[in-house]
């Protein structure tokens, strides 16, 4: 059973410029949450994404945009790339929610974000 | 959202227990304690979740009181590969991660 994969697994980019990453959720999953997290730092929620649509979303401006697919698995997409933007990009999936349950997410690997 | 407080690090020697408490004094009645491990450039990988009273499994235990305010982890018996971040998070839908507690095992 794959868990949670991401692509790719390293990035560099140059300022101004804009980057797509791409997320599969673990089987079974149908929730795809996004973090950012910047080096020494704990991740930082951007959005979660369930029935293809966007659900939740942290304080990160609409630079930071997503989408769902049919299948579950999700992008990331970020324009107009700053130097603050190079972080570790994480994917979390989980089961949509269902009052009263936990909603346990589970992580990628991530994929490390560098910008010129 | 409640906000979680932990120690920013602690240090054990190998083969000892260890606990780590986190404090969430605004815990929603909903909401569920997660704890995440998380090594340099990975994903956080998920340890032990609860709602109330206790939680065991193969890798750790999770206490959490009656009032529901603070949880503790136990680890029991850590190696040097234990060494890392542990998160603890309250909520669903979006977690709030905090700055961890950073735990490093001695030789």
């Known amino acids: 059973d794959a868990g949670v994969t991401q692509s790719p697994t390293h990035l560099i980019k140059t300022r101004g410029q804009q980057v797509t990453l791409r997320c599969s959720p673990k089987?079974?999953?149908?929730?795809v949450s996004w973090y950012q997290q910047a080096l020494g730092q704990g991740p930082q929620f951007i959005f979660q994404?369930?029935?293809?649509?966007?659900?939740q979303r942290g304080n990160f401006p609409d630079r930071f945009s997503g989408h769902q697919f049919p299948n579950y698995s999700s992008e990331l997409n970020v324009n107009a790339l700053l130097l603050g933007d190079s972080a570790l990009y994480l994917c979390?999936?989980?089961?949509?929610?269902?009052?009263?349950?936990?909603?346990?997410?589970?992580f990628g690997p991530g994929t490390r974000l560098t910008v010129l | 959202l409640a906000k979680t407080t932990q120690p920013i690090s602690m240090d054990s020697y190998e083969g000892q227990e260890v606990n780590i408490t986190c404090s969430h004094n605004?815990?929603?009645?909903?909401?569920?304690i997660t704890w995440y491990q998380q090594f340099p450039s990975q994903g956080p990988r998920f340890i032990i979740q609860?709602?109330?009273t206790k939680v065991t499994n193969e890798v750790a235990s999770l206490f959490i009181p009656a009032d529901r305010k603070s949880s503790t982890l136990s680890l029991p018996r850590v190696s040097l590969s234990d060494t890392a971040v542990y998160y603890c998070?309250?909520?669903?839908?979006?977690?709030?991660f905090g700055t961890g507690t950073r735990l490093k095992v001695l030789a």
């Open positions: 609860g709602y109330k």
């Open positions: 089987s079974g999953h149908d929730t």
């Open positions: 605004n815990i929603a009645t909903n909401d569920y």
């Open positions: 994404y369930y029935e293809e649509e966007e659900r």
């Open positions: 998070l309250v909520g669903t839908y979006k977690y709030i």
């Open positions: 979390a999936s989980s089961f949509g929610f269902v009052a009263g349950s936990a909603d346990t997410q589970y």
